[in-house]
């Protein structure tokens, strides 16, 4: 499908994040502006100089994949006819990219929907190891019936393969040797564990290219393989991200939507102490981008080392909303509540069905004067007033929007926050691409689990200081 490049183009309007419009107190000056333009232009220098390289091959994604999309679109076409059920099983951005992919191209009901509406197979993602999940998944699906994708790049993830064990033993209870047809792998194509395994039992297998990590992963084989099983347009996806590219090819801040969100989180951030992302659609369809986006900003800036070593514990807590639902949960708070967040509103120009408000209530005019408006104009009305409110307590803000939800403008979507978050990255100096902290975490479960290698971390767990019972209620 073809897209128009000029009628799909996002916008990001940041009017207020500024002092003309909060004033000089809580507002972004121009010589705040001026005072950072020599550092972003260093990053976005340092970003060009190292796409493509180390963990920065997903700036390659957006180009140079047909090989890999033909035999996704074929593999995808076999999977719709062969199976009833698709699950991933996955975590982190493994997850959480396909997870929002779908949400924001499907239909909202779309397993609910009868087969002949939704031509394709239920859709599951399971990205967690609680096992009243796992057996409330074995409920609704039939194991025969039922492709899985599991998706890790080391085969290592506990939770993943933990799950790939579960399912890989009721399939060969099942099927025997069929089994493997069952199974489709996306890892690495030259390490881990995972991909010793694809090999030994013959699963048909995808790679995710070694510079690509979990959180920037959407644009290849991890997101590429679920939306082209749903029948989502992902050559349409990968236009739309190599559009955005494009656009942030400009050195121009004040013409690089990437370069330029970068700049105000870093000021909003380093000198004003907005400590908190708020990120909050305005349309059902892109409520998972809130989730997405919040393992992107707080994996990749959460950091407590500089580039050069320096101590620095930076970064920004991402929070995740949804308009209007949590105009009635948390607008309270950043209206006047503490002076510590940037709010992203996201709203889109055309929604892609309405709904007219039909007459009734004449006699209570409070209700009544809803009637003949339609449930976009409402939405819209709504994101609007909420700007304006957050606006007027001094609160920084800006909005993206889209002409309308789709996969060229998902894909611009994508793309923008990927290229803001490696430019903040680079501002603040610290290592965007990787996330020690996380792996503290995983050691110490592997040690817990009696892991081989692991030895000293679990004498290091056991001689923690215990837990003391006159603190426990």
């Not at 085969?155 to 025997?176: A, F, R």
């Not at 320096?310 to 105009?327: E, F, R, Y």
Request: glycine share 8%; proline share 4%; charged share 25%.
């Amino acid at each position: 499908m073809r897209y128009s490049r000029k009628e799909m183009k996002i916008r990001v309007d940041y009017n207020n994040m500024m002092s003309a419009v909060l004033g000089r107190a809580h507002g972004i000056t121009a010589t705040d502006l001026e005072n950072v333009a020599e550092r972003a232009d260093r990053a976005f220098n340092a970003v060009v100089a190292k796409s493509g390289i180390g963990m920065m091959g997903w700036t390659k994604l957006a180009a140079g994949q047909d090989d890999v999309v033909e035999d996704i679109i074929a593999t995808a076409k076999q999977v719709r006819r062969d199976c009833e059920y698709f699950v991933v099983l996955g975590i982190g951005g493994s997850a959480l990219g396909p997870i929002a992919a779908f949400r924001a191209i499907k239909h909202l009901h779309y397993n609910d929907l009868k087969k002949s509406k939704r031509r394709g197979p239920k859709f599951y993602v399971e990205d967690n190891v609680d096992p009243e999940r796992m057996a409330a998944l074995l409920d609704v699906i039939e194991p025969e019936k039922t492709i899985f994708n599991v998706i890790t790049k080391s085969g290592s993830t506990s939770e993943t393969m933990t799950q790939y064990l579960v399912i890989n033993d009721i399939l060969k209870k099942v099927l025997g040797d069929k089994a493997k047809d069952h199974i489709i792998t996306t890892t690495s194509r030259t390490k881990g564990n995972l991909i010793k395994l694809s090999q030994k039992e013959g699963y048909k297998t995808f790679y995710i290219p070694d510079g690509v990590g979990g959180r920037f992963s959407e644009l290849c084989p991890v997101g590429l393989l679920p939306a082209a099983v749903l029948g989502i347009d992902i050559r349409g996806l990968l236009a739309g991200a190599k559009f955005m590219q494009e656009l942030c090819d400009n050195p121009n801040m004040k013409r690089n939507p990437a370069l330029m969100s970068a700049a105000l989180m870093y000021i909003a951030m380093t000198k004003y102490g907005k400590n908190i992302s708020v990120m909050m659609p305005y349309a059902d369809s892109l409520q998972y981008i809130a989730d997405w986006y919040a393992q992107l900003w707080a994996e990749s800036l959460g950091k407590n080392k500089t580039l050069d070593g320096k101590a620095c514990n930076v970064g920004q807590t991402p929070v995740k909303a949804l308009g209007v639902t949590d105009q009635h949960s948390q607008v309270q708070l950043y209206t006047e509540g503490p002076f510590d967040k940037v709010i992203t509103f996201i709203g889109v120009d055309s929604y892609r069905t309405d709904v007219t408000i039909p007459g009734g209530c004449e006699e209570i005019p409070d209700v009544n004067f809803l009637s003949g408006h339609t449930m976009s104009e409402l939405i819209k009305a709504e994101q609007k007033a909420t700007e304006y409110a957050v606006t007027k307590a001094g609160k920084m803000n800006y909005t993206i929007t889209l002409p309308v939800v789709n996969e060229f403008t998902l894909g611009q979507l994508l793309m923008l926050f990927m290229m803001e978050t490696a430019y903040c990255g680079e501002m603040l100096n610290i290592d965007a691409f990787n996330q020690p902290g996380v792996e503290e975490g995983k050691n110490a479960t592997y040690a817990l689990l009696g892991r081989g290698g692991y030895e000293e971390k679990k004498q290091e767990l056991d001689s923690a200081p215990a837990k003391q019972s006159k603190y426990i209620i």
